[in-house]
């Protein structure tokens, strides 16, 4: 790091410029956002046909006959669930369309595994003493924040080039009976946006977990969002049938970032057993979803191309997001070798990491200049970034010119943590 090597003059010479640039950008009284990774109004407003397909209660009429105003169907359309057989590649028997969250269903089936333990499990998790998920980390606050809430404790896993480590991951698998889960974003991770390697979803497949009841949580929730053209995942549910393995994938997704972010649907793919043991409380927790809502996108998407061709509108309004971003840390912060980033063919985040001890006092120094953060820690379990180093970036909402202001005022505070840090260790 630049800092390091001059002279303490030069530093408190530095660092003095540094704040005084800043308490400019303060002078300015900003209010800008670059905490919420959601789309914005103009990637919303490109499924505005959706609202146009169901006009009359003829059109409202599935292709096996139910009408999708009135009750039934428990575990979604049989168009439904061929639209995301499509996208998954993924049998439709092994589907289930459940709702507008994906989240919903992961929380959902967690507390399911609590209650009354897997498929073929003997007893449920609750009833095991302490069991743990392994955190591939830096990762997905809300995966977090189930494990925390059923208090299952967490063990971080760090994140590579190629995915998690999966040498630790086989270890803890195979030889701790606790260990019920894993949470994975295998393609454009939050917040890093890492696609896992073949090598690495075939590691995943041939598991051979010490719990009976081991599952994987495989959210593909970014399986269609490439910024610059497809890059494909190895597919774990055929992958983890030619290891006899078909129970331990349960995978997620939905189309919160295709159509309406919380109204669009969502969606499980995972084995006969695994689906029946989830359809066996279904049934008690619901008559069944919104049939709808399933038909609309159907009707509008048509099939895996559809969406495809649909994401690539997405892809034209976010990628000068992403690239305005990467553009300053790699012209403002590059240089002085103050931050390490990750640079995502797609997804929704970049994942930004400071100089170790420094991302609270970035995020500080950010808040103090009008720019909100995602919450240092936020993508660690228990909130807790062992480094204190990594934030989590989310550029798809604002509008660019406000991103690049936004992006500016960071990494001046990045610069200025890092010029303060290692004035405080001359
Ligand atoms: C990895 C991941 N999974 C799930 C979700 C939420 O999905 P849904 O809107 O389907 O609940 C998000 C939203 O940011 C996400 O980043």
Redesign the pocket.
């Given at each position: 790091m630049y800092y390091s090597q001059i002279s303490k003059e030069q530093l408190n010479d530095e660092c003095r410029a540094l704040r005084a640039q800043y308490d400019e950008l303060v002078k300015k009284e900003l209010k800008l956002d670059m905490s919420r990774?959601k789309p914005d109004t103009e990637q919303v407003s490109l499924s505005d046909g959706i609202l146009e397909t169901l006009r009359s209660g003829g059109d409202c009429i599935s292709e096996n006959g139910t009408d999708c105003r009135n009750y039934g169907v428990l575990d979604g359309l049989p168009e439904a669930k061929k639209l995301f057989s499509d996208i998954l590649d993924i049998p439709p028997e092994n589907i289930l369309v459940g709702g507008c969250?994906?989240?919903?269903l992961m929380y959902d089936e967690v507390v399911r595994a609590m209650l009354f333990g897997v498929a073929g499990g003997k007893l449920p998790w609750s009833a095991q003493g302490k069991i743990k998920f392994l955190c591939p980390v830096p990762g997905?606050d809300?995966h977090f924040a189930i494990c925390e809430h059923m208090g299952i404790e967490m063990i971080n896993i760090p994140m590579g080039q190629d995915g998690p480590d999966m040498d630790m991951i086989e270890r803890y698998v195979s030889e701790d009976e606790s260990v019920k889960g894993i949470w994975c974003?295998p393609k454009y991770s939050?917040p890093e946006g890492t696609v896992y390697s073949d090598e690495t979803v075939r590691r995943f497949a041939a598991l051979k977990p010490k719990a009976d009841d081991f599952r994987i949580f495989w959210?593909n929730?970014y399986a269609v969002h490439d910024l610059y053209g497809e890059i494909k995942l190895a597919n774990l549910f055929t992958l983890a049938h030619e290891y006899g393995n078909d129970d331990l994938p349960i995978i997620f997704t939905?189309t919160?970032k295709i159509s309406y972010?919380?109204a669009g649907l969502?969606a499980m793919a995972a084995s006969k057993a695994n689906i029946d043991k989830t359809k066996k409380s279904l049934a008690i927790q619901t008559i069944g979803y919104d049939k709808l809502n399933q038909l609309r996108h159907v009707k509008y998407f048509k099939n895996a191309a559809g969406v495809n061709e649909h994401m690539k509108k997405h892809a034209a309004l976010l990628r000068p997001k992403f690239e305005a971003v990467i553009r300053a840390f790699r012209d403002e912060l590059g240089p002085l070798g103050v931050a390490s980033w990750s640079e995502p063919r797609g997804g929704?985040f970049i994942s930004l990491n400071v100089v170790p001890g420094c991302a609270k006092r970035v995020y500080e120094l950010a808040r103090g200049a009008g720019v909100t953060l995602t919450t240092v820690g936020a993508t660690f379990p228990y909130g807790i970034d062992p480094l204190d180093r990594n934030l989590r970036i989310a550029p798809s909402y604002p509008p660019v010119s406000e991103l690049k202001e936004a992006v500016h005022v960071l990494c001046l505070c990045v610069r200025l943590a890092a010029a303060e840090r290692a004035l405080s260790e001359k």
């Open positions: 990774g969250s994906s989240l919903s997905y809300r974003v939050n959210d929730a939905s919160s972010a919380g969502a929704y």
